[in-house]
Each structure stands twice: as structure tokens, then as C-alpha cells.
């Protein structure tokens, strides 16, 4: 319940008053006396003392007070709220790793943005909801204390928030410091928060590796202060220092590449960079940037070796490989490139290849019975595709194939006239291709395109299985494999002989790098609140004031 008027309650102030006024005034009864010498007698007889007549009960008095008190209460307009006059406001939080900054007086970019949110939290009244959302990984109400190490594009911070808000909000804050270009919500608020910046970090970081080792890395440094900043790039490898190099960065986003050749060592393959500070910048996530050497897994499984694959994938052929020969239906890597020969596989890796498979299905791809071509020795045509590329198959004869019946998923490789003999096909974030003949029976293998062929297919399943070369990963990646997890946000854990080892990975972020403050934060939001959403209740008020008519209706009659 509700006073919507609660100054009138001042008037229950009168109830005192009445009381003293029944206290101290003599009752207006008539009497009649037959000498005015008697009068006294009346008098003594009729008119109490004060203390008595407070001990006395008189219900005439009761009914003042009630009236008043009615009145009173009638009048101040009680209602009793079945949906209260409210208020809602969303509130956007950039949890980013820039909000980590220091500015001046030793405080946060996120400290400042929860103090900017004052003069909003001073104008809420009760009753006023609030839904918040605190960025990409928080929801609801959940707090943080302070920011992840984590990458966040201003539209989609903005985005997110709004599509978990929805239309609810009548006003939407949104604090960051780095606000999006465009905003079309009319509703959005932006309370940009910045100072200028000291940063400097890496912005971008790869790298090339060899089966030996060998590597070549590439490193990019950014300066976002106003003044040029000395660094030192420091390549390490466990605790051994691979090299080193003093840099200047030009001001104002001056950026600087460099590449360093390293060798890396297979028992210990992580391989660290970093930018070494003078004083602190105020991030630190961008300081760092770390990798692993994770050459590809290549299986094959089948009923008897095949040279020709331990010569591509176990030699000097193709770098960045380690090929295993393992059983039929032995358990495979899930990054690895399984090869399945004469047989269809019942687990499959990042990339499976099944080559010269039975009569059967595999990912929506059906395999016809053995046919022979016609003519014979028939010329293979190739489609457009990437595990085609500059290879020519027309010296490629086939004598024997299996034409290959393809679902919605699939599509052509090769073909056979009009016979698709060889087709490619996602399942479930695995790439499978078929191959529906045999390379020895065909002469394949002694073809150039054999080896182009192959070369494409590695290229391909480095990409599915998030591996070869150097790998590296930004925060909130998935990781593939079983020999490097996630632990936390931004630590990467590698098991390597049973020994583990953690290390730290770089948001890799030209945006959350450049934490240079808005130009928007010289122009602050109105921090006025949008009028409350009209309530329902139900007055109490009439009934009130009604009763208190009756009640003094009925103590003037028995008053008289």
C-alpha cells in the first residue's frame, strides 16, 4: 500500500486536539434549579474533575477520533499496487581486457565506468527494475569485479547486450570505453569512459615451422601513446632466450614488424614472445603472445603398408607432418588426417580421406558396386575445388571405379564421364572425402598430380584440425586435441611426456590494444530518466472518506 498524497497525514495532528477539547470542556446539558443558591449543588454534581473525566470511557470520543483518523487517511489516498509505476533500465558493461587500464589517479577504466553509473543509481527511486548485462560471458545479474582477459568488437558487445535485453528497457547505458561507430537503438545511452593511453603490445603474431624445428616468426608491435616508447621483443623457448631484439614505436599507432628464425625443440614446443614494458601501460594482456609447434597427426589405416603414404607424410615430402601407421579400427586422434584404405572407418578425424572404401555409405555418400569404364582406362576430369588445385589429372586412367551416389551435404571431385568417382563432404565438424578406386591398381601414385592431390588434402586438414606449423591461439578459441586444453580463460595448458606446462595466450586484438579514449568521452550522456511506466491499483481513498462520513453522522445525532 500507498500514500499518494502522504502530507495530509499531518492532519492526524487534530486527534490530540480533539482530545484536550473533550478534556477540558464542560458538557452543554440543561438543568433547571429552583434558587440560583442551588446552582453551586449542580455544578459540583455535573461537572468532573479533568482526571476523572479521563479515567471516565466515552464513546462519543472514540467516534471523533475514528472520524478524523478516516478523514484523514481518505484524503492522503491509499491505494494498494497490483502493478507499481516503474522504471526500466538496462545497462550495457564493456568487460573487455582495455577496460583493465589504468588512468590517471591509479584507477581503472572499469572502476571509473561503475562510478559513472552515480548519477543513474541517484535518480532510481523504489520500485525502478534494472536489467543488466555485463558483457559477452556474464548474464543476468552475475557480477565480476573486474574484467576478463578477452576481445570484444564495440557492435558486438552493443549487439549482444541488446538482443538479451530485447524491448523491455526504456533506456539502455552503455559503458565503454571504446563506443561502436554506429548505434541505431535510440534508446542507447553511451557513457564512454578513457583517458589517454600509455599502451604499447602486439597486435599480430604467426609463424612457420618445419618438421626439424625450424621456424620463422612474425610479430607485430603497436604504440597507441602520444610519445614514442623503447621496447625490447624477447623470443623465449622454456627458460632459454632464442633472441632479442631493441625497438622504437612511433607514436599515435605507429606499428613495427619483425621476424625472428628460431628452432624449436619437440619436447619442449611452446615458444613465447614478449614485449618487455618501461613502467606499466596499464594492459598487460597484450604484452605476451604464445605458441605451440603441433605438427598434424597423419593415420593410416589398412590391411597392408603403403610406401607411398610413409614416403609423403613420413619424409621430406611434406614438412610439418608425423605419419603413424596404426591397426584397422584403432583409435584415432581427433585432429589428425585419417587415411582409411579398402575399408569405411566407424571414427573419423578432423579430416578423413577413404580411398578404394567397399560397397556402403559414409556422410550421406553412397558407394556403388565395382564397375568397369567405358571405355576402358577411361580419363579422369577434376571440378573446381581447393583439393584439386593446380594439379591435372588427364593423365589419370581409370580402369576400375566405384561411382559414388552424393547427398545434400557432398559434392563432386572427380569424375568419370558422367560417373562421380571421388566426392567430399562434411559431418559434424569433420571433413570426409572418397576416393572410389584404387591409386596403385590405377598408377596413381607414380603421377604428378598424386603428390599436388595430397599436398591440397594437408593443406585442408591443418585447417580443420587447428594444426601444423606453429599453432597459436586467441583467448576464448577452441582448442582441438588432447594434448593441449583449456584451462581458464587465456592460460593454455600443453602435456608433452607427461610433463605439463601452462602458458598465457594474447588477445591478438588491434582494437582492444588501442585503448586510446573516445572522442565521446568529452561529451557525456544526459543522465536524465525516462518518466515511469503508468501503474494499476486500487484506491482505498473513497471507502476511507466515505466511513468517516457515516461514523460523524452518527456522532452528531447521538451528540445532540
Not at 571414427?347 to 555409405?361: K, Q
Not at 553412397?366 to 583439393?387: F, N, R, W, Y
Request: negative net charge; aromatic residues 8%.
Amino acid at each position: 500500500m500507498q500514500f499518494i498524497h502522504p502530507w495530509m497525514l499531518l492532519g492526524l495532528a487534530l486527534i490530540p486536539v480533539a482530545v484536550l477539547l473533550h478534556v477540558f470542556r464542560a458538557p452543554g446539558r440543561r438543568h433547571e434549579v429552583s434558587s440560583l443558591a442551588l446552582w453551586r449543588d449542580v455544578l459540583r454534581r455535573t461537572v468532573p474533575e479533568s482526571t476523572e473525566k479521563l479515567r471516565r470511557f466515552d464513546w462519543l470520543l472514540l467516534l471523533e477520533i475514528l472520524v478524523i483518523a478516516l478523514l484523514v487517511l481518505g484524503l492522503a489516498w491509499p491505494v494498494v499496487w497490483t502493478v507499481r509505476p516503474h522504471r526500466v533500465m538496462g545497462v550495457i558493461y564493456d568487460i573487455s581486457a582495455s577496460m583493465k587500464t589504468v588512468d590517471s589517479g591509479e584507477k581503472t577504466r572499469f572502476q571509473k565506468a561503475e562510478r559513472a553509473m552515480k548519477p543513474v543509481d541517484a535518480q532510481a527511486e523504489i520500485g525502478d527494475e534494472d536489467i543488466i548485462y555485463w558483457g559477452p560471458q556474464a548474464s543476468g545479474r552475475e557480477e565480476t569485479s573486474e574484467p576478463a582477459d578477452i576481445a570484444v568488437e564495440p557492435e558486438r558487445l552493443l549487439v549482444d547486450g541488446l538482443a538479451r535485453m530485447g524491448t523491455t528497457p526504456q533506456v539502455i547505458f552503455l559503458i565503454t570505453d571504446k563506443p561502436p561507430a554506429k548505434i541505431d537503438d535510440p534508446r542507447v545511452r553511451i557513457i564512454a569512459v578513457g583517458e589517454s593511453s600509455k599502451n604499447a603490445g602486439i597486435i599480430t603474431f604467426s609463424g612457420e615451422c618445419k618438421s626439424d624445428g625450424s621456424c620463422e616468426l612474425f610479430v607485430r608491435a603497436a604504440n597507441y601513446a602520444g610519445a614514442e616508447q623503447a621496447r625490447r621483443l624477447v623470443v623465449t623457448n622454456a627458460s632459454k632466450t632464442l633472441a632479442s631484439e631493441e625497438v622504437k614505436l612511433s607514436p599515435n599507432g605507429g606499428a613495427l614488424d619483425r621476424v625472428f628464425k628460431v628452432r624449436l625443440d619437440k619436447s619442449d614446443p611452446v615458444v613465447r614472445v614478449r614485449l618487455e614494458p618501461v613502467g606499466r601501460d596499464g594492459l598487460s594482456a597484450d604484452d605476451e603472445v604464445a605458441g605451440v609447434f603441433k605438427p598434424l597427426s597423419v593415420v593410416v589405416e589398412g590391411k597392408t603398408s603403403s610406401p607411398a603414404y610413409a614416403r609423403l607424410f613420413g619424409g621430406p615430402v611434406f614438412e610439418g607432418t608425423a605419419y603413424l601407421e596404426a591397426p584397422e579400427g584403432a583409435g584415432v586422434p581427433l585432429d589428425s588426417l585419417l587415411i582409411a584404405e579398402g575399408f569405411i572407418p566407424q571414427s573419423l578425424g578432423a579430416m578423413t580421406v577413404v580411398v578404394n572404401p567397399p560397397e556402403g555409405e559414409i556422410a550421406g555418400i553412397s558407394i556403388g558396386k565395382e564397375l568397369p569404364s567405358d571405355p576402358p582406362a577411361q580419363s579422369v576430369t577434376a571440378e573446381a575445388d581447393p583439393l584439386t588445385k593446380d594439379a591435372n589429372f588427364s593423365d589419370l586412367k581409370l580402369g576400375r571405379y566405384r561411382p559414388l551416389t552424393l547427398g545434400e551435404s557432398a559434392h563432386a571431385v572427380l569424375r568419370v564421364g558422367n560417373a562421380t568417382v571421388a566426392a567430399v563432404a562434411d559431418l559434424a565438424g569433420s571433413k570426409v572425402i572418397v576416393l572410389g578406386f584404387d591409386p596403385a591398381q590405377a598408377g596413381w601414385t607414380l603421377k604428378p598430380s598424386f603428390v599436388v592431390f595430397w599436398a591440397n588434402v594437408l593443406a585442408e586438414a591443418k585447417k580443420a584440425a587447428g594444426a601444423g606449423g606453429l599453432v597459436f591461439y586467441r583467448t576464448g578459441d577452441v582448442v582441438k586435441g588432447s594434448d593441449i586444453r583449456t584451462d581458464k580463460v587465456g592460460v593454455r595448458e600443453i602435456d608433452r611426456n607427461g610433463r605439463k606446462e601452462f602458458f598465457a595466450v594474447n588477445l591478438l586484438s588491434e582494437i582492444e590494444s588501442d585503448n586510446r579514449p573516445s572522442p565521446l568521452v568529452a561529451h557525456p550522456p544526459s543522465f536524465d530518466l525516462p518518466a515511469p511506466l503508468e501503474g494499476k491499483s486500487i484506491p482505498l481513498g473513497p471507502w476511507l472518506c466515505l466511513a468517516a462520513i457515516v461514523l460523524a453522522g452518527a456522532w452528531w445525532y447521538f451528540r445532540r
